[in-house]
């Protein structure tokens, strides 16, 4: 497609169910990030991915978080057992480079997750 | 600690008026973005500079970057409307290729 695309957008889970997240990046891009956007604030890094190796997670807030992109394009974020403080914006992003960010990095529109 | 600052966080301007937005930075970048996020969508890729002195503008936009002075400025000139949106700088610190770190973002509200 012609950007980053990502599905669902809108979710809402109860406390405790887990869900998965789905990032459908630009073709031909090596990178991918997934990102976590709190109301009101800037996006926090999560993890990244190289093709499918995935290169640095640092950033997943704690074990119930976990991505995966088996096959170097379509990634899936994943969160069990969601609490509260899940709730926020997940945007997924890709670029070309293959060295972290190179040039520029495309975001989709994002997957707005509430947990109640 | 790897920090990015924005200001102001808020900023109503009258169109027609010129206001420069600031960002600074805890430590040398590889890389610095400026982003725009209209409410309910995604981030748009503005600017992205690379090296000292580096000025990029688009339309009524301009954006530098002083690595020595860990400081980059988005300069807007004659303001419309259309430019409300919230701004983000974001930067790619040396030795962290893999992640960008935002600041807190700048609300721009363009009233007549």
């Known amino acids: 497609g012609a950007g980053v695309s990502q599905s669902p957008r809108y979710k809402v889970a109860k406390r405790g169910q887990d869900v998965a997240l789905r990032c459908d990046p630009i073709?031909?891009?090596?990178?991918l990030f997934w990102y976590q956007q709190a109301l009101g604030q800037g996006p926090e890094f999560l993890t990244y991915?190289?093709?499918?190796?995935?290169?640095?997670k640092s950033g997943l807030p704690s074990d119930r978080f976990f991505a995966e992109r088996p096959e170097g394009s379509v990634s899936t974020l994943k969160i069990q057992r969601t609490q509260q403080e899940d709730s926020a914006v997940y945007l997924c992003?890709?670029?070309?480079?293959?060295?972290?960010?190179?040039?520029?990095?495309?975001f989709g529109e994002g997957s707005w997750l509430t947990v109640v | 600690e790897l920090k990015v600052e924005q200001n102001p966080l808020f900023l109503s301007m009258q169109e027609g008026k010129n206001y420069t937005i600031y960002c600074n930075y805890s430590?040398?970048?590889?890389?610095l973005y400026w982003y725009r996020q209209d409410p309910g969508k995604s981030l748009e890729s503005l600017f992205v500079?690379?090296?000292?002195?580096a000025v990029k503008q688009e339309g009524r936009l301009m954006a530098s970057l002083d690595t020595k002075a860990r400081l980059s400025t988005l300069h807007i000139t004659a303001a419309v409307h259309d430019l409300s949106a919230t701004y983000f700088c974001?930067?790619?610190?040396?030795?962290?290729?893999?992640?960008?770190?935002f600041g807190t973002g700048t609300r721009l509200q363009v009233t007549l």
């Open positions: 991915f190289q093709n499918e190796a995935q290169l640095d």
């Open positions: 073709s031909g891009h090596v990178s």
């Open positions: 500079l690379l090296s000292n002195g």
């Open positions: 992003a890709s670029s070309f480079g293959q060295q972290g960010p190179y040039g520029t990095i495309y």
């Open positions: 974001a930067v790619s610190f040396t030795g962290t290729a893999s992640k960008l770190t």
């Open positions: 430590t040398t970048s590889d890389r």
